[in-house]
């Protein structure tokens, strides 16, 4: 979105980053327009973008005040310039005219425009590039004069159309590769028309030991964290057989700092620096899936997952949920009642009961990872669909930090040859080993295939609960456990406690055998079903897996009763009921 500039007669804003093409010399763009005799109040808010969408300049130029402006300071390389002409002075008014064109600037370059001259013809710029198939492409289309200066276009002028199949095109001209072969985009304005011929190659993606895919929606407050995690990947990407794919959304306007908007697909490349920065990220974009993508959405996860299975083969895949998350649900209405992965641009989130919408009948998912908070429940472990192995994440809610993902797979990166179960446990260790006792952290591994006599043992322990506790018999002794299982983000409308150690409690608490060996069941269903259990003295009594434990004055268990493990079990028929 633009920002409405203050009223003077030329405003800059330089910043001095990854420009188009990096290194070490620099550049200089000579911007200069022609506003012709007449005289007038008209401006252009000229802008200067990386083809990342990140802009490094920007100045509004007033008519008869001033006709040309310099961008210095820049890496030499390809950038994007769009130029908006307005009715009014100062950036005000009306868009009457626009220019968007790719730019290459190196040594001393000038790009001249006029508002008087007439257009000869179009041009697309590149008029020819090589992708790979799935690769994206920005492409321009400018109208020049017979003098070779570039004339505004009303907004809108231009449409864009894909000649073949190889290739697809949108409104604004972002190119994707579909086939191998040739792919031919066509322009077309006034009554000009230009092309782009594309050679489109194979993907040829070798399959490897491992992909790491990561499902990073910074939609939100946690987006400055988004380039903290990208550098820590970017650290431990150095070994072939580990590729870290990363779906990462951003949006400027909601005002987190985010330096670009819209969704892209970046292959994670090594770079070991120690920059926590936007621009120390140097990994390589492979889309740009452009704006208006909803990552609050379980039908643009599925999309995300099966497009990088079908582009980055592996043996082993990792899916990691980046994001807040929320247990099974959520008290806040604006979104759904449980989910995770909020996306505030359009204020969506994905429902628990959705993962199987997103995940299930795709390749088998080794790890599914919550890098989000309160998602590591006995009620969303029995959302997972059969094809998801295991599931890492935590009881509590962890920093907003998140992973330290050179820790966790670092070792990874050292050793492909590490199994599953081996890297379930780096999670925990990198954790405890970024934070230590500075906030509370658990970090759990679960075995889904497990879950079941979990879960039945969850159901018997209801059932005698249910059947012994009427008339309040245990009234006492229930909240009693309740109050002193271990708690996470404990509220008054949010009651999710330790599994193991609620069943500690409530056989001491309740003296009765066949509840006793229940709990003991319950114990030792869960001792079998966590793999590996990770945390710090600020959360001393986890176990790895928690679950909701509400009593009947909530207003929310005919919610609750939609989820999988309700329907499967009598833990919501006790809870309904419970003191």
Not at 426 to 447: C, D, H, N, P, W
Not at 537 to 566: C, D, K, M, V
């Amino acid at each position: 979105m633009m920002r409405v500039l203050p009223v003077v007669f030329a405003v800059l804003v330089l910043v001095v980053g990854c420009g188009g093409g990096g290194g070490n010399s620099f550049a200089t763009l000579q911007y200069g327009t022609e506003w012709g005799t007449a005289g007038g109040t008209r401006s252009q808010l000229v802008r200067l973008f990386t083809l990342s969408d990140e802009q490094v300049g920007s100045a509004v130029l007033n008519e008869g005040a001033q006709s040309s402006w310099t961008f210095s300071n820049l890496g030499p390389g390809p950038y994007l310039l769009q130029v908006d002409l307005y009715s009014q002075a100062n950036g005000q008014g009306t868009v009457i005219g626009r220019i968007k064109d790719r730019v290459q600037v190196s040594g001393t370059t000038t790009y001249l425009t006029t508002t008087v001259g007439t257009a000869t013809r179009l041009e697309v710029h590149p008029s020819s590039a090589t992708l790979k198939v799935g690769e994206t492409i920005q492409l321009c289309a400018v109208a020049l004069s017979s003098d070779n200066k570039s004339v505004f276009l009303a907004p809108g002028a231009i449409t864009w159309e894909s000649l073949n199949g190889n290739a697809s095109v949108d409104g604004d001209g972002l190119v994707t590769a579909q086939a191998e072969g040739q792919g031919v985009i066509r322009a077309s304005a006034l009554t000009f028309q230009a092309s782009s011929i594309l050679q489109i190659e194979p993907n040829n993606a070798q399959t490897t030991k491992w992909t790491i895919m990561v499902f990073l929606n910074a939609a939100n407050d946690l987006d400055s964290f988004s380039d903290l995690n990208v550098n820590q990947m970017e650290r431990v990407a150095n070994n072939p057989q580990v590729r870290f794919v990363v779906q990462w959304k951003r949006v400027q306007s909601l005002g987190y700092g985010a330096p670009w908007t819209g969704t892209r697909r970046y292959l994670i490349k090594y770079d070991p620096d120690s920059s926590n920065s936007w621009s120390g990220v140097r990994s390589q974009l492979i889309q740009n899936l452009g704006n208006g993508v909803d990552m609050g959405s379980a039908a643009t996860l599925r999309s995300f997952v099966q497009w990088t299975m079908a582009n980055y083969p592996a043996e082993r895949y990792v899916l990691v949920l980046w994001n807040h998350g929320s247990g099974w649900r959520m008290t806040d209405d604006r979104y759904g009642t449980r989910g995770f992965s909020f996306d505030d641009e359009f204020f969506t989130n994905i429902e628990t009961w959705q993962l199987g919408q997103a995940l299930g009948g795709l390749d088998t998912i080794d790890i599914v990872s919550w890098d989000s908070s309160l998602m590591q429940m006995m009620e969303v472990a029995y959302e997972m669909p059969s094809n998801v192995q295991y599931m890492v994440g935590s009881e509590e809610s962890p920093p907003a930090e998140g992973l330290p993902y050179d820790l966790v797979f670092g070792p990874l990166r050292d050793n492909p040859n590490l199994t599953t179960e081996q890297l379930g446990e780096k999670f925990g260790q990198g954790m405890l080993a970024f934070y230590g006792e500075t906030r509370k952290i658990t970090q759990s591994m679960v075995r889904l295939s497990d879950r079941q006599a979990v879960a039945d043992a969850c159901n018997a322990l209801a059932q005698l609960l249910i059947q012994k506790n009427q008339g309040g018999t245990f009234d006492a002794e229930i909240q009693a456990a309740r109050n002193e299982a271990q708690a996470y983000s404990p509220s008054q409308t949010r009651w999710y406690r330790d599994l193991w150690h609620l069943a500690f409690k409530l056989k001491e608490k309740i003296n009765d055998a066949q509840i006793d060996a229940a709990c003991d069941n319950v114990m030792a269903a869960v001792e079998q079903f966590v793999v590996h259990n990770a945390h710090n003295s600020l959360s001393p009594n986890s176990h790895g897996i928690s679950i909701e434990f509400g009593n009947r004055n909530q207003t929310y268990w005919n919610t609750y009763g939609l989820l999988s493990f309700a329907q499967a079990t009598q833990w919501d028929d006790f809870c309904r009921n419970a003191p």
